[in-house]
């Protein structure tokens, strides 16, 4: 137990982006840096005093230092930019550590099995070709279809991919990796606009079941995940069904019109027309030049459908209402207080 809670204290207050220092300023009654060092080490174990100064310093419920870790993640593949800094990046991992066990926890409760099956194990991609490929033989094997996907996030739980979207700066876009090594977990910034998770939650799940020829590199690897993005969110017979094989320019209506059905970005669809070579490089150079000066796309649209999941909550409220856990420990699953809760479940 002592392990168990010291791992919770140094997990709650990486999460809250604090020192050992910073920590011990806020504690009340006080506390010094030094014994929560010990209590991170597992050297001394807090009494129920100081987890209770502890919990409301962190923000967390006390329990929370008792609950044992029932997941790691690995082989993580992190996307963001220059300024997010290591101690946010810390935290973000401890926040969808969390959720992720959360997650998993409720469906252990319900009997839930997950059982990914990767059907793109043995396919090679060296280049743009092998990604168009490899999304032809996915939407097949997924029975996806080649029309608008109406929701990303739900799409890829239903293909038991755990999709967690997180509260974080823009600076960060998304994250891939594998749970105790047998379960795929993609990371969205729920910050963004929906063109934006739908586009990043794909561009990790390739990450997440491409196999890249090694001699690649990290940006073309990346180019490559942008061009499975892209392909699915509008698949090559049906961008070529919407624009045509052959363009000398491509009017702003046409883009916002696709933008709001198929939940693309005008960039990225003009990106992709590039790729299939529906329009020259010269072409898409002055297309890059022009929205320089609208990179949020501000009055070119917006997707239409919803783009999230709600399956973790539904399945938190189906344990509760089967009394397989009770009211307190649904709130506590769903991170919110229980009156909370209450107001929110409602049995019929």
Same mark, same amino acid.
């Given at each position: 137990?002592?392990?168990?809670?010291? &791992?919770?204290?140094?997990? $709650?207050?990486?999460?809250?982006?604090?020192?050992?220092? @910073?920590?011990?300023?806020?504690?009340?009654?006080?506390?010094?840096?030094?014994?929560?060092? %010990?209590? =991170?080490?597992?050297?001394?174990?807090?009494?129920? #005093?100081?987890?209770?100064?502890?919990?409301?310093?962190?923000?967390?419920?006390?329990?929370?230092?008792?609950?044992?870790? *029932?997941?790691?993640?690995?082989?993580?593949?992190?996307?963001?930019?220059?300024?997010?800094?290591?101690?946010?990046?810390?935290?973000?991992?401890?926040? +969808?550590?969390? /959720?992720?066990?959360?997650?998993?926890?409720?469906?252990?409760?319900?009997?839930? =099995?997950?059982?990914?099956?990767?059907?793109?194990?043995?396919?090679?991609?060296?280049? !743009?070709?092998?990604?168009?490929?490899?999304?032809?033989?996915?939407?097949?094997?997924? #029975? +996806?279809?080649?029309?608008?996907?109406?929701?990303? +996030?739900?799409?890829? =739980?239903? &293909?038991?991919? &755990?999709?967690?979207?997180?509260?974080?700066?823009?600076?960060?876009? !998304?994250?891939? !990796?594998?749970?105790?090594?047998? +379960?795929?977990?993609?990371?969205?910034?729920?910050?963004?606009?929906?063109?934006?998770?739908?586009?990043? /939650?794909?561009? @990790?799940?390739?990450?997440?079941?491409?196999?890249?020829?090694?001699?690649?590199?990290?940006?073309?690897?990346? &180019?490559?995940?942008?061009?499975?993005?892209?392909?699915?969110?509008?698949? #090559? @017979?049906?961008?070529?069904?919407?624009?045509?094989?052959?363009?000398? *320019?491509?009017?702003?209506? @046409?883009?916002?019109?696709?933008?709001?059905?198929? !939940?693309?970005?005008?960039? /990225?669809?003009?990106?992709?027309?590039?790729?299939?070579?529906?329009?020259?490089?010269?072409?898409?150079?002055?297309?890059?030049?022009?929205?320089? #000066?609208?990179?949020?796309? %501000?009055?070119?649209?917006?997707?239409?459908?919803?783009?999230?999941?709600?399956?973790?909550?539904?399945?938190?409220?189906?344990? $509760?209402?089967?009394?397989?856990?009770?009211?307190?420990?649904?709130?506590?699953?769903?991170?919110?207080?229980?009156?909370?809760?209450?107001? =929110?479940?409602?049995?019929?």
């Amino acid at each position: 137990m002592k392990d168990i809670v010291a &791992k919770r204290i140094k997990s $709650a207050r990486v999460m809250a982006g604090l020192s050992l220092r @910073e920590l011990s300023n806020m504690m009340e009654p006080s506390v010094s840096y030094n014994a929560i060092a %010990k209590y =991170e080490n597992a050297d001394m174990m807090p009494d129920s #005093k100081v987890l209770i100064a502890l919990s409301q310093a962190l923000n967390v419920k006390p329990d929370y230092f008792f609950r044992p870790y *029932s997941v790691n993640i690995q082989n993580i593949a992190f996307r963001k930019r220059q300024k997010l800094g290591v101690k946010k990046i810390n935290a973000l991992k401890e926040e +969808i550590t969390e /959720a992720l066990s959360r997650y998993l926890e409720v469906e252990q409760f319900l009997g839930i =099995e997950t059982s990914f099956f990767n059907p793109l194990i043995n396919v090679l991609i060296k280049d !743009g070709d092998d990604v168009e490929s490899a999304v032809e033989q996915l939407i097949l094997h997924w #029975k +996806i279809g080649i029309n608008a996907i109406p929701n990303v +996030i739900e799409m890829l =739980e239903d &293909k038991e991919i &755990k999709v967690i979207e997180t509260d974080a700066p823009l600076e960060f876009d !998304g994250l891939s !990796g594998w749970a105790d090594d047998n +379960i795929p977990v993609i990371v969205v910034n729920k910050n963004y606009e929906n063109e934006r998770k739908r586009f990043n /939650a794909l561009h @990790e799940l390739g990450h997440t079941i491409l196999q890249f020829d090694t001699n690649l590199s990290e940006k073309e690897v990346e &180019k490559l995940c942008h061009r499975f993005a892209g392909a699915l969110l509008i698949p #090559k @017979e049906t961008f070529f069904t919407e624009l045509g094989k052959n363009r000398t *320019s491509i009017s702003l209506n @046409e883009l916002k019109t696709i933008k709001e059905s198929y !939940g693309i970005s005008v960039q /990225a669809i003009m990106a992709r027309a590039k790729d299939l070579e529906v329009i020259s490089p010269n072409t898409f150079l002055q297309f890059r030049i022009q929205i320089t #000066k609208n990179r949020t796309e %501000k009055g070119l649209g917006q997707f239409l459908g919803k783009e999230r999941s709600d399956r973790f909550k539904s399945l938190v409220f189906r344990a $509760a209402s089967e009394e397989i856990i009770s009211m307190s420990k649904a709130a506590n699953l769903c991170n919110v207080k229980l009156a909370s809760f209450r107001d =929110e479940f409602v049995t019929v």
